[in-house]
């Protein structure tokens, strides 16, 4: 096999269209938005972990890989984004309690604030994502809504927040893209930056060119507030030129700080970027490490790509175990590819096993 003159033409597999979620699975993670150090680098002790310096001279050939060109990820965001346990520590039990696990505590202090003041918004946004999650009590939507929908009356933009995404679940409370627009437009407007991502979503699914502006703003505001998702999103319209003027050194610099958050397609977007030098000098060693990445978080795609740069040697040493090893992983997620067929057909029995036990211990079928 002639690697240094194969030329792989490579598609990158569209994921799947954005599909809102519950507040209930938001929620479930919910952490205070919280702008990193420039210099933090969220897989420093990854033994995976690429180089994080830019590349400055580029090799003497890149494979083209082809970038998405209409996938935007799914929202996601805290419910109680921004309440911390440092404003426990201030006087705020009831906050304290729920971060740290004591639901039924965290219920009873939210009800001994509400006694003292019955306009306690965030007393009442408390109590309902207990009830939103069944957290110290019996998981119930309506209820969740009910005290989401107090809050709101308030201007609390984490209850408009919470009733957005149940607006957009399809069971709970009943689907109503209308009013889960409202709730976020209500949320964006006092600065809550997931709110902003979801209603830049919003926007882009259902407005021209008009929203597609508008979600940019809302998506830089989401972006600068640290959200992967944001950053891959935004990235996304730069490098197509969609509500903004085309960027691609833009975009893969929005690419980078989304793969540098954990946003696995940020990291896929990023080293295609890196690899095909799109906006960024290219580096195949520098694509390969972020594939692998990836690809060892379960991304199909990254999967392929990194078996593609294993079966042809490209970025990193020809290794045609390694490469079915990924090819299988991949395979079993749905993804084939039949160049990567085609390249592996001639391996030994034993090499076969061997790839299918590498395969096994990372995680297939």
Sequence with gaps: MA???????????????????AATAMAQDAQPDAVPDAAAIPFRNDPLAPDMLEPTSPPDSAVPFDAQDDALPSPVGPVLEGRSVEAGERGDAAYAAFQRGLFLTAFMRAADRLEGDPDDAAAMTLIGELYIQGLGL??????????????????????????GTLRLAEDGIGRDTVAARRHFEAAAAAGHAPASYNLALILLETGGEEGAEEAARLLQHAADSEIPQAQHALGLLYREGRGVAENPARATALFHRAARNGDLEGMVEYATAVFNGIGVAPDEERAAAWFRIAAWR?????????????????????????????????????????RLDEALRDLSDEQLVRAEALARERGWP
């Design 298 to 338: 379960g991304d199909a795609i990254a999967q392929n790509r990194l078996a593609l740069i294993h079966a042809f040697g490209r970025g990193v040493e020809q290794d045609l175990v390694e490469a079915a090893s990924w090819h299988l992983l991949a395979a079993g997620q749905g993804l084939d590819d039949e």
């Design 138 to 163: 019996p998981q119930d939507f309506e209820r969740a809504a009910e005290w989401f929908a107090l809050a709101a009356r308030l201007d609390d933009p984490a209850a408009h927040f919470a009733l």
């Design 3 to 21: 690697a240094a003159t194969t030329v792989l033409a490579l598609s990158v597999m569209p994921l799947l269209p954005a599909v809102f979620i």
